[in-house]
């Protein structure tokens, strides 16, 4: 799953997976996994009533932003 | 030409912008990983301050977009991982460092992997199962909880993790697959309850 095995070791482990069924069982399920994971999508609301910020949230966020700003600058 | 990639890119990294621009989309995606809607907005907005000290270090290999949700990615994990006391997911112990024990001496299952109940990939099981996910995530190892998070979730290649965590390449496969197994194992204890 995370390096390409030489032929020979990848026919083994077919071989292997093809005799003992937990062994494929553990590999299709780790497989969904992935097909979940990699298709990660953010939650798709409503198209009348998208959860949002609300305006007060983003003022508070935004000034947050800035003070973190002015404690990187430093004091002038 | 040189000059308006750079001016777009800087304006891109105003933090003034980002709450306009990627607010709302962030807070959509906390939420699809956690019901308390007051947490989702903290999450964001330590997702700002997190892409703020961390702006000049972004290089644009990515969209904004996709690197502020990246930040809140792991943002969720360390939510989880403080609320894991909290929550009621039965706990798999010490997973990450368990893994041997799916196997005897003679190489044979001794934890057989259980037949899941439902399917994953099916579309309206997603949304479910990726929240247990994150929870379950919570329970690794904060380096095995990065591994796998840069690997199946933002699709990174080995070689790019090892170089993020600092670590070899066959330290990264044994990471990835003591993660896998853990997460696999939480996901069956904890949703799809596992037949014999």
Aim: with cysteine.
């Amino acid at each position: 799953m995370d390096r390409q095995l030489p032929l020979r070791e990848r026919m083994m482990i077919w071989m292997h997976v093809l005799m003992c069924h937990l062994c494929f069982r553990y590999k299709r399920q780790l497989k969904w996994m992935r097909l979940v994971a990699e298709n990660e999508i953010p939650y798709e609301p409503s198209p009348d009533d998208p959860p949002k910020l609300s305006s007060e949230t983003k003022k508070l966020i935004k000034q947050r932003l800035h003070q973190e700003l002015q404690n990187e600058i430093g004091p002038f | 030409m040189g000059n308006q990639m750079s001016s777009k890119h800087q304006s891109d990294l105003n933090p003034d912008l980002w709450v306009d621009r990627y607010g709302d989309a962030l807070y959509r995606f906390a939420l699809s990983k956690l019901t308390d809607t007051a947490a989702a907005q903290d999450l964001v907005q330590e997702t700002f301050v997190a892409a703020l000290h961390a702006r000049k270090r972004f290089k644009g290999q990515a969209s904004v977009k996709t690197w502020l949700i990246s930040i809140l990615r792991h943002k969720v994990v360390d939510y989880y991982r403080k609320k894991t006391r909290e929550l009621t997911i039965e706990s798999t112990g010490t997973i990450a460092e368990d893994t041997d024990q799916y196997f005897n001496h003679n190489g044979r299952w001794r934890i057989k992997p259980g037949k899941w109940t439902a399917n994953p990939v099916k579309i309206y099981e997603q949304k479910e199962f990726l929240k247990l996910l994150y929870q379950c995530l919570a329970h690794l190892p904060e380096r095995l909880a990065k591994a796998f998070v840069m690997r199946e979730l933002e699709g990174l290649e080995t070689d790019e993790i090892c170089k993020a965590l600092s670590i070899t390449a066959t330290n990264s496969w044994v990471m990835l697959y003591r993660a896998r197994t853990a997460i696999r194992q939480c996901i069956e204890v904890n949703w799809l309850k596992a037949e014999a």
